[in-house]
């Protein structure tokens, strides 16, 4: 689950929130893990953030210390990661994270949610993506009734946002919207690795993309012309 120091609603304007639904527009999260990230998801015109540490592994808590320099960088809301486990937080609105994809019955776990005060949840539809398992996060959606806001994420890119978008109702969505940078590494030994999976370069970073970030973002607001 993710708390947060400020939210928004359904306007692409910052209005304060935590409620759910939204009233003109959609609402972009960005999932970011570095300070870099999150400075380039507000370039790229995302309206909040959602700071983790450890993005390999489905995201963790991040430190203090990294938190203290993004709010200090950007000026759009910031929601934190808070795993594997803590508190409600309130008064802070409270995101339940994607293990809610987990569940055996996602109808019930719903209004499990609603029960315990979460006002968001994130999922794919309780599919290997949010595309795969838009049919689910529709109905999900039609049950919330603008109870709690259902936001789709995994997987979402410029090919499947608008797909996600108009076929689910959904008013937010969440995206990392990354690309690899080559490390400014000069020396490396090749011969060594110091335990990344074998599917991720050590010497590539994964950063927010501006781009793909207003790439999104536009696709995002052409919905609504």
Known sequence: MKRQGASSERKRA??????????????????VDSVESAVNAERGGADRIELCSGLSEGGTTPSMGVLQVVKQSVQIPVFVMIRPRGAIGRPLPVTFHRAFDMVHDPMAALETLLTLG??????????????EGLPLIKRLI???KGRIVVMPGGGITDKNLQRILEGSGATEFHCSARSARDSGMKFRNLSVAMGVSLSCSEYS?????VTKVRTLNAIAKNILV
């Open 142 to 144: 039609e049950q919330a």
């Open 14 to 31: 910052r209005i304060p929130s935590g409620k759910a639904g939204a009233a003109n527009g959609f609402l972009m999260e960005v999932c």
């Open 118 to 131: 979460f006002e968001r949840v994130l999922t794919s539809g309780c599919d290997s993506s949010a595309l």
């Open 205 to 209: 970073l994964k950063v927010t993309d």
